[in-house]
T-cell receptor
Framework: EAQVTQNPRYLITVTGKKLTVTCSQN?????MSWYRQDPGLGLRQIYY???????DKGDVPEGYKVSRKEKRNFPLILESPSPNQTSLYFC??????????????FGAGSRLTVL | GQNIDQPTEMTATEGAIVQINCTYQ??????LFWYQQHAGEAPTFLSY????GLEEKGRFSSFLSRSKGYSYLLLKELQMKDSASYLC?????????????FGSGTRLQVQP
């Protein structure tokens, strides 16, 4: 089954404790992206990657890091989480984002709480 | 940059028709998408418009007017399972690498 898999789905952590949210897709998509979703603010892009070793900032990159060492994986790293990073996070992928009806496929989401 | 506006909440009755509007401002329009998102779940694709006019897909239709920066999603024969948030998203040719910019979403509640 074609899918985007995120882990963990739920996480409660404390301020300053480094964490990684993994994202993996099995569709051989070139493009991957991370979004956070907060009430009233909608989905906001954190980082995206056009291909292996190619990453770029989205709208809200502060406090996050990403890497794209393999095509299928795009982990999101919070080096020193803070309470304002409490949010619902989605990983998404597509083949060619800039053309046609190329649809973003989303993971199931990771709900993160930082105390 | 982009600015996308849609109503925050709407309520409709089962069996009725509802229209969810979306207005946008963008420097280089290259497509508009509608996604459905049930509470706590991932968004799922509903429709795509890049040319003016109406795209119909079963009970759902989406309309686009590029000159007005306006789109709507039309849901017919509403069912209780249509209670969800509906996200309008715009692709900008200048920032196409970033895929989509999303509006804040319209939460639709379908009542019996």
């Amino acid at each position: 089954e074609a899918q985007v898999t995120q882990n963990p789905r739920y996480l409660i952590t404390v301020t300053g404790k480094k964490l990684t949210v993994t994202c993996s897709q099995n569709m051989n998509h070139e493009y991957m992206s991370w979004y956070r979703q907060d009430p009233g603010l909608g989905l906001r892009q954190i980082y995206y990657s056009m291909n292996v070793e190619v990453t770029d900032k989205g709208d809200v990159p502060e406090g996050y890091k990403v890497s794209r060492k393999e095509k299928r994986n795009f982990p999101l790293i919070l080096e020193s989480p803070s309470p304002n990073q409490t949010s619902l996070y989605f990983c998404a992928s597509t083949q060619t984002p800039g053309f046609g009806a190329n649809v973003l496929t989303f993971g199931a989401g990771s709900r993160l709480t930082v105390l | 940059g982009q600015n996308i506006d849609q109503p925050t909440e709407m309520t409709a009755t089962e069996g009725a028709i509802v229209q969810i509007n979306c207005t946008y401002q963008t420097s280089g329009f290259n497509g508009l998408f509608w996604y459905q998102q049930h509470a706590g779940e991932a968004p799922t694709f509903l429709s795509y418009n890049v040319l003016d006019g109406l795209e119909e897909k079963g009970r759902f239709s989406s309309f686009l007017s590029r000159s007005k920066g306006y789109s709507y999603l039309l849901l017919k024969e509403l069912q209780m399972k249509d209670s969800a948030s509906y996200l309008c998203a715009v692709r900008d040719s200048d920032t196409g690498r970033r895929a989509l910019t999303f509006g804040s979403g319209t939460r639709l509640q379908v009542q019996p």
